[in-house]
T-cell receptor
């Protein structure tokens, strides 16, 4: 099956610094990737839709200047948390949408393993 | 706006009991529906999905779900749960983006 990777898996940073999280689709080219945030024991909240070669589309309430998304290639999207604060501590998960008609894949999206961000 | 609701936040069952988790969505157009499972410390995994056709869909590990269009529902069922089914279950609806329900935590005791 398709694999989506995220790097790093865990990151601890000081308040005020910026953190970049990478999401890669390893087996297919993804024109669309998604970024989610999951709080402890809660559901995944969609933050933004990342489209290759164009600006990301952010969900209501998500600060686009704080959560910078870059989808520079068909296999890589990055999320940068700028000037991180303790309230940004969370589990960030990306997913990559499978192109229509791609044989052998059973889902419309594949999820990465997540990145746990802790801001001190 | 598209939304997904799951009625059961925490379900506790004994092994061999039957399971039904509720899921309702609000969207007037064509929607693809999913159930995902997240075992402790692991990725989200797809249990089953509905795109079109037979409204009763079967997934992995003995799970099934029924799409009832008139009720905007997509409930998950399993006739006999096992201890290994202990996990978090998420219903999701996909139009142009995947929206998740709040999740249901299932605990199965031996």
């Amino acid at each position: 099956g398709a694999v989506v990777s995220q790097h790093p898996s865990r990151v601890i940073c000081k308040s005020g610094t910026s953190v970049k999280i990478e999401c890669r689709s390893l087996d297919f080219q993804a024109t669309t990737m998604f970024w989610y945030r999951q709080f402890p024991k809660q559901s995944l909240m969609l933050m933004a839709t990342s489209n290759e070669g164009s600006k990301a589309t952010y969900e209501q309430g998500v600060e686009k200047d704080k959560f910078l998304i870059n989808h520079a290639s068909l296999t890589l999207s990055t999320l940068t948390v700028t000037s991180a604060h303790p309230e940004d501590s969370s589990f960030y998960i990306c997913s990559a949408r499978v192109p229509l008609g791609l044989a052998g894949l059973t889902d419309t999206q594949y999820f990465g393993p997540g990145t746990r961000l802790t801001v001190l | 706006a598209q939304s997904v609701s799951q009625h059961n936040h925490h379900v506790i069952l004994s092994e061999a009991a039957s399971l039904e988790l509720g899921c309702n969505y609000s969207y007037g157009g064509t929607v693809n529906l999913f159930w995902y499972v997240q075992y402790p410390g692991q990725h989200l995994q797809l249990l089953l999905k509905y795109f079109s056709g037979d409204p009763l869909v079967k997934g992995i590990k003995g799970f099934e779900a029924e799409f009832i269009k008139s009720k905007f529902s997509f409930n998950l069922r399993k006739p006999s749960v096992q201890w290994s089914d202990t996990a978090e279950y998420f219903c999701a609806a996909d139009t142009d983006k995947l929206i998740f329900g709040t999740g249901t935590r299932l605990q199965v005791f031996p």
